[in-house]
């Protein structure tokens, strides 16, 4: 940890370093001094944010805004450096860092449905306060990012790229993602008709900050994917997460299922906060944003493990594999209960 200790001066900051979080992606450590605040400290994978500075600068514009619109959780703190700049960048390493929030706790995995509304709630506050905050104002930081179809050509690519005999291994998946296609077209055409709004883009549990007592929400983070988007994507990916019985990686997957109370849940904690926000477009497609963010995820997750788990962080060597898997569940489950969340989110 000698480079942490080392970048954690360029802020101000000495003290013990540990490993913080689940994110796949980036890197993120905890600084701890001998008294005073903790700090957040994150090296950010260039590979992925090709331009971190407009992450950066992303951020900032998005807390300003939340500042002033009566934002009603924790907002994140950007420290800077000692020299007074919003990030340290040397060489491939850009690393910036935050105030941790302390006395709070996280979730991977919940069957609560008080926790599930309450979820949903906070990520539709996070759109409500965000609404008059103009999308082209906000940057683009993984050109594609919730694009469908430019995920299913680079999973088809991957498909062709596939190392040693993995394609073998998933071909059953494989096939599955390739007779399903057809929704990234749906998608296109679906969103063709959507505002564009500035959406969260990583609606999962694990980034809503609890009080410890887990009954109220202290904070929403990871702003590092907030882009245009649509809100169908949000709360699918937030259903993806919060329905899900099982967890993201569950080998077991008799554990995993689409759970319709938590659906319930979620729909009524997300429709109902942005009643009078929503467009008739946009509320009409929920649903299918639950479809399309599992199907893309599962692409998503096949994909890399496809190419030798080149994206994901992994902690074991089947993860991505297991990932892809629960994923491909979770769509087909979904399927064989579509009347019934029909009836649920026409309900709300
Ligand atoms: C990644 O790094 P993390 O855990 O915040 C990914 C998301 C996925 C998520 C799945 C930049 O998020 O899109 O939904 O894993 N982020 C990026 O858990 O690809
Ligand atoms: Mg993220």
């Known amino acids: 940890m000698n480079k942490q200790v080392e970048i954690a001066k360029k802020f101000g900051y000495e003290g013990r370093i540990e490993i913080l979080g689940e ?3 980036n890197n993120t450590y905890l600084v701890i001094p001998p008294e005073g605040h903790k700090l957040i400290l994150q090296k950010i994978n260039v590979q992925v944010f ?10 900032v514009k998005i807390l300003d805004h939340l500042a002033q619109n009566r934002y009603p959780y924790k907002p994140l703190r950007i420290i800077h450096t000692t020299s007074g700049e919003p990030f340290w960048s040397e060489g491939s ?27 949903a709630e ?3 506050i996070f759109i409500k306060t965000l609404a008059d905050l103009p999308p082209v104002v906000i940057r683009e930081t993984i050109p594609g990012f919730h694009d469908p179809e430019k995920r299913f050509a680079e999973f088809m690519h991957a498909v062709n790229e ?9 071909r059953s998946m494989i096939e599955h993602a390739m007779a399903f296609s057809g929704i990234t077209h749906r998608y296109a055409e679906i969103a063709a008709g959507l505002p564009l709004r500035v959406t969260h883009n990583d609606t999962k549990l694990s980034n809503i900050l609890f009080d410890n007592k887990l009954d109220r929400v202290v904070a929403i983070v990871d702003f590092d994917t907030i882009m245009p988007g649509y809100v169908m994507n949000d709360f699918g990916d937030l259903a993806r997460s919060i329905c899900n019985t099982g ?7 008799s554990k995993v299922s689409f759970s319709t109370r938590m659906f319930q849940a979620i729909s009524e904690g997300y429709a109902g906060t942005l009643k ?5 477009g946009e509320r009409e497609n929920l649903l299918f944003g639950v479809r399309i963010m599992i199907y ?9 493990y496809l190419l030798g788990d080149k994206y994901y962080r992994i902690t074991y060597p089947e993860q991505n594999l297991n990932r892809a898997n629960v994923h491909l569940k979770l769509f087909l489950d979904l399927q064989g209960k579509e009347e019934e969340l029909i009836e649920i989110i026409n309900a709300v």
């Open 93 to 119: 390493g850009f690393w910036r860092a935050l105030e941790y929030i302390d006395d709070c706790s996280t979730l991977t995995h919940t069957d609560d449905l008080h926790i599930a509304r309450m979820t």
């Open 122 to 124: 906070a990520y539709a």
């Open 296 to 304: 893309t995820q599962f692409l998503r997750f096949l994909s890399d």
């Open 162 to 170: 596939s190392v040693a005999d993995r394609a073998d291994q998933a």
């Open 276 to 280: 009078g926000t929503l467009v008739p």
């Open 50 to 59: 090709r331009k971190p500075e407009e992450l950066m600068a992303n951020l």
């Open 247 to 253: 967890r993201e990686d569950e080998a077991d997957l």
């Open 23 to 25: 994110g796949h992606i």
